[in-house]
């Protein structure tokens, strides 16, 4: 199985500083046609968690302009340029190349 | 608007079985794949298993430790997946969701507890 690690488990940021955190996974995400099945997701204190990047960078509508994803192979980034309160959850990535489709254990982040 | 709305959970006793619904609505369903994932404190989001369209024949994926007491079908004429659960331990308890193929769409999910 690809097992998916994330970084830090918990990220305390000032509101409008930025923010980054990191995912690996222990293998290369790079299918055959040439996609990273590599996607982010965002859960709000009591909500399901929302899709906010499939295929390492590409942000869903609706999603602000602030997030952004990067990253190749095994290594992945997530970074919030500015953060908003409403930004504060958990941040989870997934792999989907492979199944079992797996999640890492996700990042906290809390408005300090 | 896409939506989809689990429902079937609660409390069950270890041993017994459960079958939770999604019952979906805004989209193809016909054409979409599904998933189950469950939520956990302990165990953050776990991916249960997935059922293809049709045109990918409605085959089926589980996670090892599920496969033969999770069976996940579903029904396109009702527009609903389903996710059958037998021999229900306490390990099994967590909110399950179910999502859009691609998961860029989920439920508000269900809370299952497994308890004596």
């Known amino acids: 199985d690809v097992v998916m690690t994330q970084s830090p488990l918990s990220l305390p940021v000032t509101l409008g500083q930025p923010a980054s955190f990191s995912c690996r996974s222990s293998q290369s995400l790079v299918y055959s046609d040439g996609n990273t099945h590599l996607n982010w997701f965002q859960q709000r204190p009591g909500q399901s968690p929302r899709r906010l990047i499939y295929k390492v960078s590409n942000r869903d509508s609706g999603v602000p302009d602030r997030f952004s994803g990067s990253g190749s192979g095994t290594d992945f980034t997530l970074k919030i340029s500015r953060v908003e309160a409403e930004d504060v959850g958990v941040y989870y990535c997934m792999q989907g190349l492979q199944t079992p489709l797996t999640f890492g254990g996700g990042t906290r982040v809390e408005i300090k | 608007e896409v939506q989809l709305v689990e429902s079937g959970g609660g409390l069950v006793q270890p041993g017994k079985s459960l079958k939770l619904s999604c019952a979906a609505s805004?989209?193809?369903?016909?054409?979409?794949?599904l998933h189950w994932v469950r939520q956990t404190p302990g165990k953050g989001l776990e991916w249960l298993g997935h059922?293809?369209?049709?045109?990918?024949?409605?085959?089926?994926g589980y996670l090892a430790s599920v496969k033969g007491r999770f069976t996940i079908s579903r029904d396109d004429s009702e527009r609903k997946a389903f996710l059958q659960m037998d021999r229900l331990k306490a390990e099994d308890t967590a909110i399950y969701y179910c999502t859009l193929g691609w998961f860029d769409h989920w439920g508000q999910g269900i809370l299952v507890t497994v308890s004596s």
């Open positions: 805004g989209f193809t369903f016909s054409g979409s794949a």
């Open positions: 059922i293809r369209n049709k045109a990918n024949n409605h085959t089926t």
